[in-house]
């Protein structure tokens, strides 16, 4: 089954493959890049056990998580940049955006870009809700979330910490 690659004139954005395994690894065990995350750093078996379900979901539900490159000028894959996608929730809440960049990746408009193609793409293929969770106290994913139309539906405490949860509908 092929799922296609998504872009714009900075980014490509892949559908995560088993050969991204190194770069995934790289990302998910470090504290700067995933330590704000659901369920925080991964350890490598974390890593390949969440590969698999990524993997998984693409199959299951035509949507999934991308690696988000760098475009080159000539138009070809740059550097690896991170993590974005759409992932449907263990906790029952539904599908919801995930965003994760590298730390020097940040700042410069990347996870906007790359989160408000996914989060289109998430409603084109018929997905109604998409919602996205994010600490209170995280003004930086809370930027990013406004910036690409989702607003504050409620709130909740998980581990002392508010969260807010975004939505974006599609009619």
């Known amino acids: 089954m092929y799922f296609s690659a998504l872009g714009t004139s900075r980014l490509i954005l892949l559908p995560i493959c088993w050969q991204d395994i190194h770069d995934i690894m790289a990302l998910k065990t ?13 350890t490598r078996l974390q890593v390949e056990l969440e590969m698999a379900e990524d993997l998984q979901s693409w199959g299951q539900y035509r949507i999934g998580i991308y690696t988000v490159h760098e475009k ?7 550097q690896f940049l991170g993590l974005t996608g759409i992932h449907n929730r263990p906790d029952g809440r539904g599908f919801a955006l995930r965003f994760a960049l590298w730390a020097w990746a940040r700042g410069k408009g990347y996870a ?25 106290s995280n003004i ?10 989702m607003h504050v539906e409620s709130s909740f405490i998980r581990d002392n910490h508010r969260m807010l949860l975004y939505v ?4």
């Open 30 to 42: 470090d504290v700067g890049a995933f330590g704000h995350m659901l369920g925080g750093v991964r």
């Open 72 to 78: 080159k000028a000539d138009g070809s894959l740059g």
């Open 112 to 136: 906007r870009e790359a989160a408000s193609v996914v989060l289109n793409e998430a409603h084109a293929r018929n997905l109604k809700r998409v919602i996205a969770i994010t600490k209170e």
């Open 140 to 149: 930086g994913s809370r930027r990013i979330l406004g910036g690409i139309g």
């Open 168 to 171: 974006s509908e599609y009619v």
